[in-house]
């Protein structure tokens, strides 16, 4: 891969890798993902802002070969993650006489999680400097996005802000700039949901505290740089507001069809009533998409068969997902069947308890569903319809 410049000073040298398809084994990457690492050359010194993924370290060490960085003084570690952390041993080895630049609170997790010590470190606070000559460098306290020692890197003569995970997107492209806006914000959105949405209240201040700072560029550590700032930050001002959408997020499986005859019947009377439905087969679904979707939903309705004595663990699966991802969805339900084991329903409330939400009555039926469970769908749609009448 070659190094790319965001100007003959700064200069992007981190790694792509195409063709990963999960991160935290979990999270399915259609796009594949970057790890950016950026190098500013001062006149006096010169920082390397992350490092990759240990997967991808020989990336970051040739790039910095052609770029002719013979010598680095400071590596800023925005995020302890060891997707931009985990190269910081090797680069330690070949530039020896570097310092890691981060928060306290960083320092001791990457003390736990790498073979690095305490002597390569210097701790900065909130709103300090670095001056490397002709550049300055200002470390920002930016909070849980997402874990909770993450720093944002602000180089004061060119405007441009170095925000780690914050603003990423899990997409690997040739263009160092974001081209295909589209395409970019949807990969964003999906990594907000996925990883930066439980801690929404904590964005909220992040955003007011940037908005301090003149900010012309945003260099994130996953995907592509934003020239127009106001892309990324407005469609994240979105995210994180308190507005909901008239939107369901309907989760279900279904193992012999009842629970799916209920499903689509609730489709339907929702879909009548001009609320968006977006459902989602949980033995087959793209969790990035599930997450995605709950970032607007005003309302999730959780469909579940029971399996043995309680709920489908595809369904619980999702049930404990959807409660770890807290969306700002304001209203749930419950709909499924059963056969003769009745802790389906309990089971899905105990893990909801993370959730701000109002639920509705369930409809849970015995056996094959018959009209009257249709009729009380109906009412659940109704229920719906009416919570969601007041919004745009
Ligand atoms: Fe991209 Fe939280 O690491």
Same mark, same amino acid.
Do not use: Q, Y
């Given at each position: 891969m070659a190094v790319q410049k965001l100007n003959s000073k700064v200069l992007s040298v981190g790694a792509k890798h195409w063709d990963r398809e999960l991160f935290d084994? +979990?999270?399915? !990457?259609?796009?594949?993902t970057t790890y950016n690492s950026y190098i500013i050359e001062g006149k006096e010194s010169t920082a390397l802002i992350d490092t990759v993924d240990p997967e991808t370290i020989d990336q970051l060490m040739e790039n910095l070969d052609e770029a002719g960085v013979e010598q680095i003084d400071y590596i800023i570690a925005n995020h302890a993650e060891q997707d931009h952390s985990g190269g910081l041993p090797y680069i330690l080895e070949e530039y020896p006489e570097a310092?890691?630049?981060?928060?306290? #609170?960083? #320092?001791?997790?990457?003390? *736990? +999680?790498?073979?690095?010590?305490?002597? $390569?470190?210097?701790?900065?606070?909130?709103?300090?400097?670095?001056?490397?000559? *002709? #550049?300055? &460098?200002?470390? !920002?306290?930016?909070?849980w996005v997402h874990w909770p020692e993450t720093l944002s890197t602000y180089l004061q003569e060119d405007n441009i802000l170095f925000p780690c995970d914050f603003f990423g997107a899990h997409i690997a492209a040739s263009k160092l700039y974001v081209q295909d806006e589209q395409r970019v914000l949807e990969a964003a959105k999906r990594y907000y949901a996925e990883i930066m949405m439980p801690f929404r209240g904590q964005i909220k201040k992040n955003m007011k505290k940037l908005e301090g700072y003149e900010i012309d560029e945003i260099a994130p550590s996953h995907g592509q740089v934003y020239s127009d700032p106001s892309l990324i930050m407005d469609a994240y001002s979105e995210w994180i507001s308190d507005d909901v959408k008239n939107e369901v997020v309907l989760p279900y499986v279904s193992m012999h069809g009842s629970t799916k005859k209920m499903v689509d019947h609730l489709i339907d009377a929702l879909t009548n009533r001009d609320i968006v439905v977006k459902p989602f087969n949980l033995t087959k679904? *793209? +969790?990035?998409?599930?997450? #995605?979707? +709950?970032? $607007?939903?005003?309302?999730?309705? &959780?469909?579940?068969?029971?399996m043995l004595t309680g709920t489908h663990p595809e369904a619980l699966y999702g049930t404990v997902l959807v409660n770890a991802l807290r969306p700002k969805t304001k209203y749930a339900a419950i709909i499924g069947s059963y056969g003769w084991g009745g802790k389906m329903e309990q089971e899905i409330k105990d893990h909801l308890n993370r959730l701000n939400v109002d639920l509705f009555s369930s409809v849970i039926k015995k056996g094959h569903p018959d009209e009257s469970v249709f009729e009380e769908l109906d009412q659940l749609a109704d229920s719906i319809k009416d919570k969601h009448k007041d919004i745009n």
């Open positions: 084994e +979990l999270i399915p !990457l259609p796009d594949g310092t890691i630049i981060t928060n306290s #609170k960083c #320092k001791r997790f990457l003390t *736990d +999680l790498l073979p690095v010590e305490e002597d $390569d470190f210097k701790v900065v606070e909130d709103g300090e400097e670095i001056s490397l000559g *002709d #550049k300055t &460098l200002e470390f !920002l306290k930016t909070p679904v *793209d +969790l990035g998409e599930l997450a #995605k979707a +709950l970032v $607007d939903a005003a309302t999730i309705v &959780l469909a579940s068969p029971t």
